[in-house]
């Protein structure tokens, strides 16, 4: 899987994400969701991969247990994928990530989320991640701060649950009229 993950980030191939889901079904998925949790899956929102789960994974009346399944396994994923940026943040300090190439954030922005996180403090992270556009942004904000690594999971996986059932109820009500999309 590493391969696979190194592959997906070099290449950035939708149709490649696509294919390694509908063959490796949901141990791709977690793999994928640890990428997109890590910032490191540019090139495929992470608002469409709960609702391409959903359409590659499912049977075409999944129930209950299956939306349920697709969120548990992209909750553990980005979670799994914020922790390990999160940590890196905490041990290795902001000129570390900065220097990085894979990290793609620049100073400006990290100063804009610092300044985030220190206005509205842990609230913040299950917030920013249950939002569109902010999830996984105050990640790093939150390795600098030295938050508990247990306060953060959690922190962390509550706004990403939200995130993802939001993704997924969107999915239950929008499929019948984007699923010739998929």
Do not use: C, H
């Not at 793609?104 to 299950?126: H, N, Q, S, Y």
């Amino acid at each position: 899987m590493g391969i696979v993950g190194i592959t997906l980030f070099l290449v950035g191939d939708e149709a490649l994400l696509r294919e390694l889901i509908d063959s490796y079904g949901f141990y791709a998925l977690l793999f994928v969701f640890v990428l997109e949790g890590g910032m490191l899956l540019y090139f495929a929102p992470s608002e469409l991969l709960v609702p391409v789960a959903i359409g590659l994974l499912l049977p075409t009346d999944p129930g209950f247990v299956g939306y349920a399944t697709v969120v548990g396994v992209a909750t553990v994923g980005a979670t799994v994928g914020q922790y390990g940026l999160f940590a890196l943040a905490n041990r290795g300090g902001r000129e570390y990530l900065l220097t990085k190439p894979w990290f793609r954030v620049g100073p400006d922005d990290l100063d804009r989320f610092d300044r985030w996180f220190g206005r509205w403090g842990k609230v913040a992270i299950p917030v920013s991640n249950a939002l569109l556009l902010t999830r996984g942004m105050l990640t790093v904000p939150a390795g600098l701060a030295d938050m508990s690594d247990r306060q953060f999971v959690a922190l962390s996986a509550l706004g990403t649950v939200v995130f993802e059932t939001w993704l997924a109820v969107g999915w239950l009500f929008l499929e019948p009229y984007v699923s010739g999309l998929l």
